[in-house]
């Protein structure tokens, strides 16, 4: 039930690029999946990218594959979100959380704790 900690967010504009950290406990990280999601106002919470804790097999959302790159640092407990190109589309809370239940990558129900978020906003 440890909350993950998300950082990085900021206001950059569009063509930027921000690095998003994901500190998690050690119990998040024995996880199936560590995840990224996003939420802007008048929509649902949308998964971004994702990575598989064994085997390292990520996947990502179509609206930032190419732009976007996930990673994970096992000695710091850290996962990372790269996004470059970012577009003003791009504008949301993003946070992080946890996958015990499934190696599938994309249904956030499957996703618990959530951290408490970081705001990314990208200026046209």
């Known amino acids: 039930q440890a909350q993950p900690v998300e950082s990085g967010g900021g206001l950059v504009q569009a063509g930027g690029s921000l690095r998003l950290s994901c500190a998690a406990s050690g119990r998040t990280f024995s996880s199936y999946v560590i995840g990224w999601f996003r939420q802007s106002p008048g929509k649902e919470r949308e998964f971004v990218a994702g990575?598989?804790?064994?085997?390292?097999?990520?996947a990502y959302a179509d609206s930032v594959r190419g732009r976007f790159t996930i990673s994970v640092d096992n000695a710091k407990n850290t996962v990372y979100l790269q996004m470059n190109s970012l577009k003003p589309e791009d504008t949301a809370v993003y946070y992080c959380s946890a996958n015990r239940r499934t190696i599938s990558f994309y249904d956030r129900d499957n996703y618990d704790p959530w951290g408490q978020g970081t705001q990314v906003t990208v200026s046209s």
């Open positions: 990575i598989r804790m064994s085997g390292g097999r990520a």
